[in-house]
């Protein structure tokens, strides 16, 4: 059983491009959440996810970022107009149902992305 | 969402054992305690959780106080591979602080 993929593991965009950052859940998994990580500093959570509809996107920045989780597919965090301040890594996590008591969220490997 | 505290960082001994320890005095009764541990450049990898009764796994104990007001995680044998950041979290959106990065002194 693969762990959650994640792709690109390093993404370089000049300042105003888009970035795609994928996500692969684990199989079985219909939960995904986004986390961004700013160097030195803690997992700060994003958006929570399943299939099809976003659950809770109160970390999300209100502007530039979006995320989706289709049918098929990977689910797929967007940063449009990407700027320096965006350079962190993000993290993917996923589990078998939504995570409010016993059960965890395992971790892909992340994204590092880097604003030029 | 209930809060976590931590020491920042912690030093220890290859080969002795760690007690990493964390408050969370707003836990309600329902919460559950996770652990997990960050590895340099690595994603976070789950290590632990209990609810009340202290558990044991192949990685760490956990050991949850009376009011589960706190809880210590117990690395038995500290090894180089240990070092890392490790998050005490209550679920919900498992929110992670900053953790306590440990240090591990050959």
């Known amino acids: 059983n693969a762990g959650v993929m994640q792709n690109p593991r390093h993404l370089v965009r000049r300042r105003g491009q888009e970035a795609r950052l994928r996500c692969s859940p684990m199989k079985g998994h219909s939960h995904v959440y986004w986390y961004r990580q700013l160097p030195e500093e803690g997992l700060k959570f994003m958006v929570y996810?399943?299939?099809?509809?976003?659950?809770?996107e109160s970390g999300m920045p209100k502007e530039r970022f979006s995320a989706e989780f289709p049918k098929e597919g990977p689910s797929i965090l967007r940063i449009q107009q990407v700027v320096r301040g965006d350079s962190a890594a993000y993290f993917c996590?996923?589990?078998?149902?939504?995570?409010?008591?016993?059960?965890?969220?395992?971790f892909g490997p992340g994204t590092r992305l880097t604003v030029l | 969402d209930a809060k976590t505290t931590q020491p920042n960082s912690m030093e220890s001994n290859e080969e002795e054992p760690v007690h990493l320890p964390c408050n969370h005095s707003t836990i309600s009764g329902t919460d559950y305690i996770h652990w997990y541990r960050q590895l340099p450049s690595q994603g976070p990898e789950y290590v632990i959780h209990?609810?009340?009764s202290n558990v044991n796994n192949r990685m760490a104990s956990l050991a949850i106080a009376e009011d589960r007001k706190s809880s210590t995680l117990i690395l038995h044998r500290a090894t180089l591979r240990d070092a890392a950041v490790y998050y005490c979290i209550l679920p919900g959106k498992i929110i992670f602080g900053k953790g306590t990065r440990l240090h591990i002194l050959p």
């Open positions: 209990g609810l009340t």
């Open positions: 996590a996923s589990s078998p149902i939504w995570t409010s008591g016993s059960n965890e969220q395992f």
């Open positions: 996810l399943q299939k099809e509809n976003i659950i809770d």
